[in-house]
């Protein structure tokens, strides 16, 4: 049995939420909404409109554009300054070299979502990705997972995910596959856990130091 591990990359692999957050509060200043950054940062990891729709469902599709024109506007601007997740590059290495099957599964479009993962120095210990062009709907949709899980070649029972939101836990868990979570995406261990993780670690860095003691460790030995 092919065994893997499906990776989010914001928060997750690279410091971007609060970037993400700064852009999408502007956005919605612009257009003469108010909203608090922390709602917007607990919608982070949802697609652009559906993170829209979540904080602000009453917007019209003129003013969900132009929200998300703004946010894109101000934040894609930044991405060189975007630096990974301690450790990110490393775990990707240390899992694909010691034969699991490593998946990245975002809600960003294709052409960000293969910068971010270059940020991290280990693209090629990357085997798939899905990206927002690959699905119709977001996490905490089960259909990015399952569209990973297609894309590698894994079975459920033969993958754990690893994210940083409560919208990847809530995804994982719709399509039946376990979720360890990190806290670099700046949500609680309660929040997560609360969400379905089985474990969360502060980052890549200290899932990396306890791996054979994580729930990844059972793919590694099974």
């Given at each position: ?78 991405l060189d300054e975007v630096r990974p997740v301690p450790g990110a590059g490393e775990l990707l290495?240390?899992?694909?070299d010691r034969g699991l099957v490593v998946v990245a599964a975002t809600s960003a479009p294709e ?40 894309k590698a070649g894994l079975p459920s029972e033969g993958a754990i995910m690893l994210g940083d ?58």
């Amino acid at each position: 049995m092919r065994r893997g591990v499906i990776f989010d990359i914001d928060g997750t692999l690279v410091d971007t939420n609060y970037l993400h957050v700064a852009a999408w509060w502007e956005g919605f200043r612009r257009q003469g909404r108010d909203v608090l950054m922390v709602d917007i940062h607990g919608a982070i990891g949802r697609a652009d409109r559906d993170l829209i729709d979540y904080l602000l469902p009453d917007a019209t599709e003129e003013e969900a554009q132009a929200i998300a024109d703004t946010h894109a506007e101000l934040y894609k601007p930044r991405l060189d300054e975007v630096r990974p997740v301690p450790g990110a590059g490393e775990l990707l290495r240390t899992l694909a070299d010691r034969g699991l099957v490593v998946v990245a599964a975002t809600s960003a479009p294709e052409d960000e979502a293969e910068r971010l993962i270059g940020v991290t120095g280990a693209k090629d210990a990357v085997s798939a990705m899905v990206h927002a062009g690959d699905v119709e709907k977001s996490k905490p949709h089960p259909q990015p997972i399952q569209q990973a899980l297609d894309k590698a070649g894994l079975p459920s029972e033969g993958a754990i995910m690893l994210g940083d939101t409560v919208w990847d836990g809530l995804a994982a868990r719709s399509a039946k596959v376990g979720i360890v979570a990190v806290r670099s995406g700046g949500i609680d261990s309660a929040s997560l856990l609360e969400a379905g993780a089985e474990a969360v670690y502060k980052d890549c860095r200290d899932l990396l130091q306890h791996l054979d003691e994580s729930p990844i460790a059972r793919l590694l030995r099974d």
